[in-house]
């Protein structure tokens, strides 16, 4: 299924390149319902919110919510007690900057260090789960049918993994 987008965003410059590339853009206010219709928040499979102010943030979380209960709302923000209450104020997942980049950090260094990938996945995970709140997401992958599997692994990259005994490998 093709992904289809809209972008509501405040920066002409932004605007003016986007649209220059033949995107389609919405100017307005994605904390106002209007906005937020025009653009088909009430139809979309998903919302994500990247505002640089939290209010905004947490008011675009709940004008969506008024105009849509089901669609998943994904949004960014710098703090972890922000990400909090955008949950709170019904997003469903938030991104804490702060939290995620760490983890990021970690996991670069893990891979420069040479530290196998799946170890440094469980790392990670183990770290993000320790850290976790609300604010948690899951690193795993979602299920692809066996008729999906061979396109996929076309253009899966390639890593190192540690074996330990009593481990299968193909």
Avoid: F
């Amino acid at each position: 299924r093709p992904l289809h987008w809209r972008m509501n965003h405040r920066g002409q410059r932004a605007l003016r390149d986007a649209a220059a590339q033949g995107h389609h853009i919405l100017y307005g206010d994605a904390t106002a319902a209007e906005p937020l219709q025009a653009a088909g928040v009430t139809r979309a499979a998903a919302v994500v919110a990247v505002l640089s102010d939290p209010s905004a943030s947490e008011r675009a979380v709940r004008a969506v919510r008024a105009l849509n209960k089901n669609v998943p709302v994904i949004v960014r923000t710098r703090y972890r007690a922000e990400a909090e209450r955008m949950v709170r104020a019904g997003a469903t997942r938030a991104v804490a900057e702060e939290l995620e980049a760490s983890l990021e950090v970690m996991a670069h260094l893990l891979v420069r260090l040479d530290v196998p990938g799946n170890v440094t996945e469980e790392l990670v995970a183990d770290a993000r789960r320790l850290m976790a709140s609300s604010t948690a997401r899951n690193v795993a992958a979602p299920a692809a049918s066996s008729d999906q599997v061979a396109g996929l692994l076309g253009t899966t990259p390639v890593s190192s993994y540690q074996l330990t005994a009593g481990d299968r490998a193909v």
